[in-house]
């Protein structure tokens, strides 16, 4: 028989820091998909085009070792981008071999609307934050990350 949700117990989950965050990222990403129904942005791109917007001209390998994603994934989302006309690819003057990345006016737009919306989610988590905990979070998050990538 299945149990009731509210009776399921976790034992000693809740008391883990990875359990925490994935449980915090769910939520995160489940709300952006909710937001970007409209404009059919997901984190993946709002991520890209927010680094490409930073870095005008950022080549796919660079873009990769930022971004922390093997080639073949980064690929088939500059790939994704490109089709839907976020962003451009024009071979890099000074090296051949490499295509840089610009955000095309309708990239610049998406961008635009879909920062809108993540602002509107910060504002929301903010609700749930103390004074100056969001800052706070996000050094203790980042640290976490340096520790485990062996920074």
Known sequence: MARDRTSIELDSLPHYVGYQVRQAQTAVFRDIEFKMR????????????TIVNGNPGINQKSLAELYRLDKSTLSYAVKRLVERRWIRRRRDRKDKRFYGLWLTEVGENILGQATARIEAQEDLIDTALGPGERSSLIDMLGRITRVLNGE
């Open 38 to 49: 409209g404009i059919g942005v997901n984190p993946g791109d709002f991520g890209l085009l």
